[in-house]
């Protein structure tokens, strides 16, 4: 009898919540919201803004030019389908999935290099190499992150999308390639459109805002 991820392998071949402590911070995120505690690695984190008010942004992000290809200017709509997110719906995820929805995943697509400088908290690393045939991405590979990360189960030689979780897809920002790349690959999988969410505005536009990061792995 074939394993699951042979018959993943085969198909694939072919709310912000209520203010927290609002009136004893400056620089909210949006008003009357100071913070919102999220999961990490299973320990809590507050997100928040950076309360410096001369604060500047990361080094890592103040670039303006970058050479396109293949870091071009990504649209506002990616595909038919697919929402364009901004902050507010990311940290929405975020703490639907700290208080027990396992509905949501939160997939930074970076290569671990950039990861590691930072991520959003509650976020996995999916690179997005990962999910690339052409970058060497096998079919074995991609059905068992099919199956643990997005949660699609196999159905004889097709996948089952049924039960599929909401991938709230990102990367580093409206220059970057790798969460489009990713999403791209999903919707070629099969991945129903309106169950993928994508931060267009990425790490870029996280950070120019001063929102707290994380150390990612």
Same mark, same amino acid.
């Given at each position: 009898m074939? /394993? /699951? %991820?042979?018959?993943? $392998? $085969?198909?694939?071949?072919?709310?912000?919540?209520?203010?927290?402590?609002? *009136?004893?911070i400056a620089v909210q995120i949006t008003a009357g919201v100071g913070s919102v505690d999220v999961m990490h690695g299973g320990e809590t984190v507050t997100i928040m803004r950076n309360q410096?008010? @001369?604060?500047?942004? =990361?080094? $890592? #992000? $103040? %670039? /303006?030019?970058? @050479?396109?290809?293949? #870091?071009?200017?990504?649209?506002? %709509?990616?595909?038919p389908g697919v929402e364009t997110i901004g902050e507010s719906e990311i940290i929405r995820y975020a703490k639907s999935m700290s208080d027990g929805d396992d509905t949501i995943v939160l997939v930074d697509s970076r290569t671990p290099d950039w990861v590691g400088r930072g991520t959003i908290p509650s976020a996995m690393n999916v690179p997005w190499t990962k999910l690339n045939p052409a970058k060497g991405a096998d079919p074995i590979s991609i059905a068992e992150i099919m199956e643990g990360v997005?949660?699609? @189960?196999? =159905? *004889? *030689?097709?996948?089952?999308?049924?039960?599929? @979780? /909401?991938?709230? &897809? #990102?990367?580093?920002? &409206?220059?970057?390639?790798?969460?489009?790349?990713?999403?791209? =690959?999903?919707l070629k999988f099969g991945y129903p459109a309106h169950k993928i969410k994508w931060y267009r505005g990425g790490m870029q536009d996280w950070e120019i805002l001063g929102l707290t990061t994380v150390p990612g792995g």
């Amino acid at each position: 009898m074939r /394993t /699951t %991820k042979t018959l993943f $392998a $085969a198909a694939i071949a072919t709310v912000l919540v209520a203010p927290v402590g609002a *009136e004893d911070i400056a620089v909210q995120i949006t008003a009357g919201v100071g913070s919102v505690d999220v999961m990490h690695g299973g320990e809590t984190v507050t997100i928040m803004r950076n309360q410096d008010q @001369k604060n500047t942004v =990361n080094p $890592a #992000f $103040a %670039k /303006t030019s970058r @050479k396109c290809p293949p #870091f071009c200017i990504q649209p506002s %709509k990616l595909a038919p389908g697919v929402e364009t997110i901004g902050e507010s719906e990311i940290i929405r995820y975020a703490k639907s999935m700290s208080d027990g929805d396992d509905t949501i995943v939160l997939v930074d697509s970076r290569t671990p290099d950039w990861v590691g400088r930072g991520t959003i908290p509650s976020a996995m690393n999916v690179p997005w190499t990962k999910l690339n045939p052409a970058k060497g991405a096998d079919p074995i590979s991609i059905a068992e992150i099919m199956e643990g990360v997005f949660n699609v @189960k196999s =159905n *004889e *030689e097709l996948m089952d999308f049924s039960d599929s @979780k /909401t991938a709230v &897809m #990102f990367c580093n920002g &409206m220059w970057c390639g790798q969460s489009p790349n990713n999403i791209q =690959n999903l919707l070629k999988f099969g991945y129903p459109a309106h169950k993928i969410k994508w931060y267009r505005g990425g790490m870029q536009d996280w950070e120019i805002l001063g929102l707290t990061t994380v150390p990612g792995g």
